[in-house]
Protein backbone atom coordinates (compact mmCIF):
# COMPACT_ATOMS: atom_id res chain seq x y z
CA UNK A 1 0.00 0.00 0.00
CA UNK A 2 1.47 3.61 -0.79
CA UNK A 3 1.25 6.41 1.34
CA UNK A 4 0.05 9.92 0.16
CA UNK A 5 0.89 12.61 2.70
CA UNK A 6 -1.85 15.79 1.78
CA UNK A 7 -0.60 18.68 3.69
CA UNK A 8 -3.05 21.35 4.39
CA UNK A 9 -6.72 21.05 3.97
CA UNK A 10 -7.92 24.37 3.00
CA UNK A 11 -9.75 26.70 0.70
CA UNK A 12 -8.34 24.62 -2.72
CA UNK A 13 -7.80 21.17 -1.41
CA UNK A 14 -11.66 20.19 -1.77
CA UNK A 15 -11.61 18.23 -5.31
CA UNK A 16 -7.85 16.88 -4.92
CA UNK A 17 -8.50 15.64 -1.51
CA UNK A 18 -12.03 13.63 -3.07
CA UNK A 19 -10.21 12.19 -6.10
CA UNK A 20 -7.16 10.94 -4.81
CA UNK A 21 -10.02 8.82 -1.77
CA UNK A 22 -11.69 8.22 -5.25
CA UNK A 23 -9.08 5.98 -6.58
CA UNK A 24 -7.43 4.76 -3.31
CA UNK A 25 -9.15 1.49 -3.34
CA UNK A 26 -7.96 0.81 -7.57
CA UNK A 27 -4.34 2.00 -6.72
CA UNK A 28 -4.18 0.43 -3.17
CA UNK A 29 -3.72 4.02 -1.79
CA UNK A 30 -4.10 5.75 1.89
CA UNK A 31 -4.50 9.32 1.94
CA UNK A 32 -3.10 10.85 4.98
CA UNK A 33 -4.49 14.46 5.32
CA UNK A 34 -2.78 16.75 7.80
CA UNK A 35 -3.90 20.26 8.41
CA UNK A 36 -3.26 22.66 11.70
CA UNK A 37 -6.83 22.24 12.48
CA UNK A 38 -7.31 18.61 13.25
CA UNK A 39 -11.26 19.17 12.55
CA UNK A 40 -11.09 20.94 8.91
CA UNK A 41 -8.68 17.58 8.23
CA UNK A 42 -11.55 15.24 9.78
CA UNK A 43 -14.31 16.83 7.65
CA UNK A 44 -12.84 16.54 4.40
CA UNK A 45 -11.48 12.84 4.82
CA UNK A 46 -15.66 12.33 6.15
CA UNK A 47 -14.26 8.80 7.52
CA UNK A 48 -13.20 7.09 4.24
CA UNK A 49 -11.40 3.74 5.22
CA UNK A 50 -8.63 4.55 3.27
CA UNK A 51 -8.58 8.13 4.62
CA UNK A 52 -7.01 9.67 7.73
CA UNK A 53 -7.09 12.99 9.12
CA UNK A 54 -5.03 14.45 11.91
CA UNK A 55 -3.23 17.75 13.62
CA UNK A 56 -0.47 18.33 11.66
CA UNK A 57 2.26 21.34 12.44
CA UNK A 58 4.41 21.77 9.59
CA UNK A 59 7.07 23.60 11.88
CA UNK A 60 6.91 20.02 14.05
CA UNK A 61 10.23 18.75 12.84
CA UNK A 62 9.77 15.85 14.48
CA UNK A 63 6.45 15.24 13.34
CA UNK A 64 7.07 16.77 10.15
CA UNK A 65 9.86 14.08 9.11
CA UNK A 66 8.13 11.20 10.96
CA UNK A 67 5.60 12.04 7.85
CA UNK A 68 7.47 12.42 5.13
CA UNK A 69 9.70 9.29 6.26
CA UNK A 70 6.54 7.28 5.84
CA UNK A 71 4.91 8.26 3.06
CA UNK A 72 5.44 7.77 -0.85
CA UNK A 73 4.61 11.07 -1.87
CA UNK A 74 3.78 14.81 -0.11
CA UNK A 75 1.11 16.60 -1.87
CA UNK A 76 1.63 20.45 -0.48
CA UNK A 77 -1.55 22.50 -0.18
CA UNK A 78 0.14 24.91 2.84
CA UNK A 79 1.18 28.52 1.77
CA UNK A 80 4.17 29.09 -0.25
CA UNK A 81 6.51 30.20 2.26
CA UNK A 82 6.71 26.50 4.26
CA UNK A 83 7.18 24.23 1.03
CA UNK A 84 10.82 24.75 1.66
CA UNK A 85 10.08 22.89 5.33
CA UNK A 86 8.69 19.76 3.10
CA UNK A 87 11.52 19.91 0.72
CA UNK A 88 14.36 19.70 2.90
CA UNK A 89 12.65 16.66 3.91
CA UNK A 90 11.60 15.24 1.45
CA UNK A 91 15.38 15.56 -0.20
CA UNK A 92 16.68 13.82 2.64
CA UNK A 93 14.01 10.82 2.39
CA UNK A 94 14.31 10.58 -1.54
CA UNK A 95 10.35 11.40 -1.25
CA UNK A 96 8.70 13.29 -4.39
CA UNK A 97 6.80 16.22 -4.26
CA UNK A 98 3.60 18.02 -5.91
CA UNK A 99 3.02 21.94 -5.43
CA UNK A 100 0.84 24.75 -6.90
CA UNK A 101 2.83 27.39 -6.00
CA UNK A 102 5.30 29.10 -8.06
CA UNK A 103 9.03 28.14 -7.59
CA UNK A 104 10.47 30.25 -4.94
CA UNK A 105 14.02 31.20 -4.59
CA UNK A 106 14.21 29.11 -1.57
CA UNK A 107 13.13 25.99 -3.01
CA UNK A 108 14.93 26.99 -6.25
CA UNK A 109 18.29 26.85 -4.44
CA UNK A 110 17.73 23.21 -3.45
CA UNK A 111 17.75 22.30 -7.58
CA UNK A 112 20.66 20.49 -7.22
CA UNK A 113 19.70 18.65 -4.26
CA UNK A 114 16.92 17.76 -5.89
CA UNK A 115 18.44 16.30 -8.79
CA UNK A 116 20.93 14.44 -6.77
CA UNK A 117 18.53 12.67 -4.05
CA UNK A 118 17.30 11.50 -7.51
CA UNK A 119 13.06 12.65 -6.93
CA UNK A 120 10.45 15.08 -8.71
CA UNK A 121 9.79 18.25 -7.39
CA UNK A 122 6.65 19.31 -9.36
CA UNK A 123 5.77 22.87 -8.84
CA UNK A 124 3.25 25.19 -10.45
CA UNK A 125 0.68 22.29 -11.13
CA UNK A 126 -2.00 24.12 -9.87
CA UNK A 127 -4.42 26.43 -12.25
CA UNK A 128 -2.21 29.93 -12.46
CA UNK A 129 0.10 28.51 -12.58
CA UNK A 130 -0.40 25.29 -13.84
CA UNK A 131 -3.43 24.75 -16.32
CA UNK A 132 -1.81 28.04 -18.09
CA UNK A 133 1.39 26.02 -18.54
CA UNK A 134 0.26 22.87 -19.77
CA UNK A 135 -2.70 24.29 -22.07
CA UNK A 136 -0.29 27.19 -24.07
CA UNK A 137 2.72 25.01 -24.51
CA UNK A 138 0.39 22.54 -25.82
CA UNK A 139 -0.67 24.54 -28.21
CA UNK A 140 2.25 26.54 -29.09
CA UNK A 141 4.47 23.10 -29.93
CA UNK A 142 1.23 22.61 -32.59
CA UNK A 143 2.45 26.21 -33.75
CA UNK A 144 6.00 25.19 -34.36
CA UNK A 145 5.41 21.42 -35.33
CA UNK A 146 2.89 23.19 -38.66
CA UNK A 147 6.37 25.58 -38.58
CA UNK A 148 4.80 28.15 -37.27
CA UNK A 149 6.53 31.28 -36.03
CA UNK A 150 4.83 32.79 -32.48
CA UNK A 151 4.47 37.33 -33.00
CA UNK A 152 2.61 37.44 -29.45
CA UNK A 153 1.70 35.37 -26.70
CA UNK A 154 -0.96 36.42 -23.99
CA UNK A 155 -2.57 34.46 -21.17
CA UNK A 156 -5.35 35.96 -18.71
CA UNK A 157 -6.91 33.62 -15.87
CA UNK A 158 -9.24 34.75 -13.02
CA UNK A 159 -11.05 33.17 -10.40
CA UNK A 160 -13.91 35.55 -10.23
CA UNK A 161 -17.66 34.61 -9.11
CA UNK A 162 -20.52 33.11 -11.70
CA UNK A 163 -22.94 35.84 -12.60
CA UNK A 164 -25.59 34.38 -11.44
CA UNK A 165 -24.28 34.45 -7.62
CA UNK A 166 -22.39 38.48 -8.56
CA UNK A 167 -25.01 39.71 -6.03
CA UNK A 168 -22.39 43.03 -4.94
CA UNK A 169 -20.92 45.86 -6.61
CA UNK A 170 -17.92 44.45 -7.05
CA UNK A 171 -18.40 41.38 -8.89
CA UNK A 172 -16.09 39.53 -6.40
CA UNK A 173 -15.63 36.41 -3.83
CA UNK A 174 -12.90 35.26 -2.30
CA UNK A 175 -12.65 31.77 -4.05
CA UNK A 176 -8.85 30.91 -2.71
CA UNK A 177 -6.31 32.64 -0.69
CA UNK A 178 -7.86 36.01 0.72
CA UNK A 179 -4.12 37.00 1.70
CA UNK A 180 -3.00 36.70 -1.79
CA UNK A 181 -5.56 38.56 -3.08
CA UNK A 182 -4.56 41.69 -0.94
CA UNK A 183 -1.06 41.38 -1.98
CA UNK A 184 -1.69 40.49 -5.63
CA UNK A 185 0.31 42.67 -8.61
CA UNK A 186 3.26 44.05 -5.82
CA UNK A 187 6.54 44.44 -7.29
CA UNK A 188 7.11 45.64 -10.71
CA UNK A 189 5.73 43.78 -13.66
CA UNK A 190 7.91 42.67 -16.73
CA UNK A 191 6.58 41.88 -19.71
CA UNK A 192 7.84 42.25 -23.44
CA UNK A 193 5.89 43.96 -26.53
CA UNK A 194 7.12 44.19 -29.99
CA UNK A 195 10.56 43.22 -28.88
CA UNK A 196 10.86 45.85 -26.12
CA UNK A 197 10.75 45.15 -22.62
CA UNK A 198 7.47 46.97 -20.77
CA UNK A 199 8.00 47.35 -16.76
CA UNK A 200 4.76 48.44 -14.80
CA UNK A 201 5.24 49.57 -11.11
CA UNK A 202 3.04 48.70 -8.59
CA UNK A 203 1.51 52.11 -8.56
CA UNK A 204 0.05 51.94 -11.87
CA UNK A 205 -0.75 48.09 -12.41
CA UNK A 206 -4.46 48.29 -11.89
CA UNK A 207 -4.50 51.41 -13.58
CA UNK A 208 -3.28 50.00 -16.86
CA UNK A 209 -5.07 47.01 -17.67
CA UNK A 210 -6.39 45.44 -20.60
CA UNK A 211 -9.44 45.01 -21.71
CA UNK A 212 -10.79 41.24 -22.82
CA UNK A 213 -13.31 39.85 -25.23
CA UNK A 214 -14.45 36.29 -24.44
CA UNK A 215 -16.66 34.80 -27.04
CA UNK A 216 -19.67 33.86 -25.01
CA UNK A 217 -18.72 35.70 -21.83
CA UNK A 218 -18.14 39.03 -22.53
CA UNK A 219 -15.75 41.88 -21.85
CA UNK A 220 -12.94 41.70 -18.92
CA UNK A 221 -10.09 43.29 -17.61
CA UNK A 222 -6.62 42.03 -16.76
CA UNK A 223 -3.78 43.19 -15.35
CA UNK A 224 -0.01 42.34 -16.41
CA UNK A 225 1.54 39.62 -13.78
CA UNK A 226 4.53 40.08 -11.76
CA UNK A 227 6.69 38.37 -14.13
CA UNK A 228 6.37 37.62 -17.55
CA UNK A 229 9.78 37.13 -19.18
CA UNK A 230 10.86 34.44 -16.99
CA UNK A 231 8.53 32.30 -18.82
CA UNK A 232 10.21 32.88 -22.46
CA UNK A 233 12.52 29.60 -21.75
CA UNK A 234 9.86 27.94 -20.26
CA UNK A 235 7.73 27.98 -23.43
CA UNK A 236 10.00 27.81 -25.95
CA UNK A 237 9.48 31.71 -26.73
CA UNK A 238 12.63 33.34 -26.15
CA UNK A 239 12.62 34.65 -29.85
CA UNK A 240 8.97 35.80 -29.46
CA UNK A 241 7.74 39.62 -30.04
CA UNK A 242 5.76 39.64 -27.31
CA UNK A 243 4.54 37.70 -24.19
CA UNK A 244 2.78 39.10 -21.44
CA UNK A 245 0.75 36.86 -18.23
CA UNK A 246 -1.98 38.29 -16.58
CA UNK A 247 -4.84 38.16 -14.08
CA UNK A 248 -8.62 38.57 -15.17
CA UNK A 249 -11.49 40.87 -13.29
CA UNK A 250 -14.56 41.98 -13.73
CA UNK A 251 -15.09 45.20 -15.78
CA UNK A 252 -14.23 48.02 -13.23
CA UNK A 253 -12.75 45.91 -10.01
CA UNK A 254 -9.93 47.29 -11.34
CA UNK A 255 -10.51 50.57 -10.86
CA UNK A 256 -11.99 50.66 -7.74
CA UNK A 257 -9.20 48.18 -6.18
CA UNK A 258 -6.25 51.08 -7.18
CA UNK A 259 -8.12 53.40 -4.17
CA UNK A 260 -6.78 50.60 -1.56
CA UNK A 261 -3.43 50.64 -3.25
CA UNK A 262 -3.35 54.54 -3.53
CA UNK A 263 -4.41 54.83 0.19
CA UNK A 264 -1.38 52.33 0.94
CA UNK A 265 -4.21 49.57 2.27
CA UNK A 266 -2.21 46.84 0.87
CA UNK A 267 0.57 47.40 3.03
CA UNK A 268 1.59 44.55 5.33
CA UNK A 269 5.04 45.37 5.80
CA UNK A 270 4.33 47.99 9.10
CA UNK A 271 1.91 47.08 11.85
CA UNK A 272 -0.64 50.37 13.20
CA UNK A 273 -0.15 51.08 16.68
CA UNK A 274 -3.55 50.52 18.61
CA UNK A 275 -4.66 49.36 15.34
CA UNK A 276 -7.72 46.98 17.15
CA UNK A 277 -8.81 50.65 18.36
CA UNK A 278 -9.33 52.55 15.44
CA UNK A 279 -12.07 52.86 13.58
CA UNK A 280 -12.17 51.89 9.86
CA UNK A 281 -12.87 55.57 9.07
CA UNK A 282 -10.23 56.94 11.26
CA UNK A 283 -7.61 54.63 9.34
CA UNK A 284 -8.61 55.82 6.19
CA UNK A 285 -8.04 59.65 7.72
CA UNK A 286 -4.88 58.51 8.64
CA UNK A 287 -3.66 58.06 5.27
CA UNK A 288 -5.25 60.98 3.38
CA UNK A 289 -3.39 63.75 3.23
CA UNK A 290 -3.81 66.71 5.46
CA UNK A 291 -4.28 69.53 3.02
CA UNK A 292 -8.27 67.98 2.39
CA UNK A 293 -10.91 69.43 4.28
CA UNK A 294 -14.74 67.94 4.53
CA UNK A 295 -16.17 64.83 5.68
CA UNK A 296 -14.20 61.15 5.00
CA UNK A 297 -16.12 60.78 2.02
CA UNK A 298 -15.33 64.68 0.46
CA UNK A 299 -11.68 63.40 1.08
CA UNK A 300 -11.38 60.27 -0.41
CA UNK A 301 -13.39 61.62 -3.14
CA UNK A 302 -11.31 64.31 -3.81
CA UNK A 303 -8.03 62.25 -3.09
CA UNK A 304 -9.09 59.86 -5.61
CA UNK A 305 -10.62 62.19 -8.56
CA UNK A 306 -14.03 60.88 -8.30
CA UNK A 307 -17.58 62.79 -7.16
CA UNK A 308 -18.63 61.68 -4.16
CA UNK A 309 -21.42 59.17 -5.80
CA UNK A 310 -19.22 57.87 -8.28
CA UNK A 311 -19.51 54.34 -8.58
CA UNK A 312 -16.39 53.45 -7.25
CA UNK A 313 -17.06 55.72 -3.97
CA UNK A 314 -20.09 53.09 -3.96
CA UNK A 315 -17.82 50.50 -4.55
CA UNK A 316 -15.48 51.40 -1.72
CA UNK A 317 -18.61 52.51 0.49
CA UNK A 318 -20.00 49.09 0.20
CA UNK A 319 -16.93 47.35 2.16
CA UNK A 320 -17.79 49.24 5.42
CA UNK A 321 -14.37 51.09 4.83
CA UNK A 322 -15.66 54.55 5.99
CA UNK A 323 -17.70 53.57 8.70
CA UNK A 324 -17.16 54.30 13.13
CA UNK A 325 -16.58 50.51 13.98
CA UNK A 326 -13.28 49.55 15.33
CA UNK A 327 -11.22 46.85 13.36
CA UNK A 328 -10.75 45.07 16.54
CA UNK A 329 -7.28 43.42 14.88
CA UNK A 330 -4.31 44.15 17.32
CA UNK A 331 -0.60 44.37 15.75
CA UNK A 332 -2.09 44.52 12.35
CA UNK A 333 -0.89 45.84 8.76
CA UNK A 334 -3.38 47.81 6.99
CA UNK A 335 -3.37 44.99 4.71
CA UNK A 336 -4.52 42.75 7.31
CA UNK A 337 -7.33 45.01 8.40
CA UNK A 338 -8.14 45.30 4.93
CA UNK A 339 -8.16 41.50 4.36
CA UNK A 340 -9.71 41.12 7.56
CA UNK A 341 -12.85 43.47 6.23
CA UNK A 342 -12.86 42.18 2.55
CA UNK A 343 -13.80 38.61 4.10
CA UNK A 344 -16.91 39.45 5.64
CA UNK A 345 -17.73 41.52 2.39
CA UNK A 346 -16.40 38.98 -0.10
CA UNK A 347 -17.35 35.56 1.04
CA UNK A 348 -18.83 33.00 -0.82
CA UNK A 349 -22.75 31.68 0.64
CA UNK A 350 -23.11 28.02 1.22
CA UNK A 351 -24.75 28.05 -2.54
CA UNK A 352 -22.84 30.48 -3.76
CA UNK A 353 -20.94 29.09 -7.71
CA UNK A 354 -17.60 30.33 -8.65
CA UNK A 355 -16.15 30.82 -12.02
CA UNK A 356 -12.80 30.06 -13.14
CA UNK A 357 -11.97 31.65 -16.38
CA UNK A 358 -8.48 31.64 -19.10
CA UNK A 359 -7.89 33.12 -22.00
CA UNK A 360 -4.84 31.96 -24.30
CA UNK A 361 -4.10 34.54 -27.18
CA UNK A 362 -1.75 33.14 -29.64
CA UNK A 363 -0.80 35.57 -32.84
CA UNK A 364 1.46 33.55 -35.30
CA UNK A 365 2.93 33.44 -39.01
CA UNK A 366 2.78 30.20 -41.07
CA UNK A 367 4.28 30.42 -44.39
CA UNK A 368 4.25 34.38 -44.60
CA UNK A 369 0.21 34.03 -43.29
CA UNK A 370 -0.66 35.50 -40.29
CA UNK A 371 -3.09 33.60 -37.73
CA UNK A 372 -4.33 34.07 -34.78
CA UNK A 373 -5.33 31.48 -31.88
CA UNK A 374 -7.87 32.35 -28.89
CA UNK A 375 -8.25 29.51 -26.49
CA UNK A 376 -10.60 29.83 -23.73
CA UNK A 377 -11.51 28.08 -20.48
CA UNK A 378 -14.52 28.44 -17.96
CA UNK A 379 -15.27 26.59 -15.22
CA UNK A 380 -18.24 26.48 -13.16
CA UNK A 381 -18.20 25.51 -9.13
CA UNK A 382 -20.52 23.41 -7.69
CA UNK A 383 -21.01 24.89 -4.29
CA UNK A 384 -18.65 26.99 -1.99
CA UNK A 385 -16.63 23.72 -0.84
CA UNK A 386 -16.02 22.05 -4.21
CA UNK A 387 -15.50 25.35 -6.26
CA UNK A 388 -14.08 25.69 -9.99
CA UNK A 389 -11.10 26.93 -7.73
CA UNK A 390 -10.87 23.86 -6.09
CA UNK A 391 -11.37 22.14 -9.05
CA UNK A 392 -9.24 23.48 -11.28
CA UNK A 393 -6.16 24.16 -8.91
CA UNK A 394 -6.53 20.40 -7.46
CA UNK A 395 -7.43 17.97 -9.92
CA UNK A 396 -4.18 18.70 -11.78
CA UNK A 397 -2.21 18.20 -8.57
CA UNK A 398 -3.74 14.73 -7.97
CA UNK A 399 -3.83 12.90 -11.24
CA UNK A 400 0.02 14.40 -11.46
CA UNK A 401 0.51 13.02 -8.53
CA UNK A 402 -0.94 9.72 -9.42
CA UNK A 403 0.93 9.54 -12.36
CA UNK A 404 4.02 9.91 -10.26
CA UNK A 405 2.80 7.37 -7.82
CA UNK A 406 2.43 4.53 -11.09
CA UNK A 407 5.93 5.32 -12.38
CA UNK A 408 3.97 7.12 -15.76
CA UNK A 409 6.05 10.57 -14.80
CA UNK A 410 9.79 9.13 -14.92
CA UNK A 411 11.54 13.10 -14.73
CA UNK A 412 13.31 13.51 -12.01
CA UNK A 413 14.62 17.27 -10.44
CA UNK A 414 13.11 20.50 -9.44
CA UNK A 415 10.22 21.19 -13.03
CA UNK A 416 7.29 22.69 -14.13
CA UNK A 417 4.43 21.33 -16.05
CA UNK A 418 5.80 22.01 -19.58
CA UNK A 419 7.26 18.67 -20.37
CA UNK A 420 4.86 16.42 -22.82
CA UNK A 421 5.45 13.39 -20.26
CA UNK A 422 3.82 15.77 -17.64
CA UNK A 423 1.50 18.22 -19.65
CA UNK A 424 -0.52 15.68 -21.81
CA UNK A 425 -1.90 12.96 -19.72
CA UNK A 426 -2.61 15.56 -17.18
CA UNK A 427 -4.91 17.53 -19.84
CA UNK A 428 -6.33 14.51 -21.29
CA UNK A 429 -7.47 13.27 -17.92
CA UNK A 430 -8.96 16.94 -16.94
CA UNK A 431 -11.15 16.81 -19.68
CA UNK A 432 -12.98 13.60 -18.08
CA UNK A 433 -14.14 16.44 -15.43
CA UNK A 434 -15.25 19.04 -17.78
CA UNK A 435 -11.75 21.31 -17.89
CA UNK A 436 -11.64 21.54 -21.42
CA UNK A 437 -10.95 24.56 -23.81
CA UNK A 438 -12.46 26.04 -26.52
CA UNK A 439 -9.94 27.17 -29.59
CA UNK A 440 -11.25 29.62 -31.83
CA UNK A 441 -9.14 29.97 -35.31
CA UNK A 442 -8.49 33.21 -37.28
CA UNK A 443 -6.60 33.74 -40.69
CA UNK A 444 -5.73 36.97 -41.63
Known sequence: MKKILIAGGGRSSAYLIRYMLDHSTTYDWQVRLGDFSEELAKSRIQDHPRGHAFQFDVTDKRQREEEIKNCDI????????MHNLLAADCIQYKKNMVT??????????????IKNAGIILLSECGLDPGIDHMSAVEIIQKIKGQSGNIIHFSSYTGGLIAPAYNDNPWA????????NVILAGQGTARYMKDHQYRYIPYNRI???????????????????????????????????????????????????????????LTDDSY??????????????????????????????AEFIGENPDSEIMKKIIWTGLLEDKQSGIPQASPAKILQDLLEKKWKLQTG?????????????????KRYETHSSLVVIGEDANYTAMAKTVGLPMAIAAKLILEGEIQTKGLTIPVLPEIYLPILRELTRYGITFNEKHISQ
Request: net charge negative.
Open 271 to 300: EMENSELLSYREIVEAFLPQHLSGSTEKKL
Open 74 to 81: VISMLPPE
Open 352 to 368: DQDMVVMHHHFEYEIQN
Open 206 to 264: FSETQLIEIEDLGTFEGYANRDSLSYRKHYGLEDAPGILRGTLRMKGFCEAWNVFVKLG
Open 172 to 179: YKFTWNPK
Open 100 to 113: ASYVSKEIENMREE
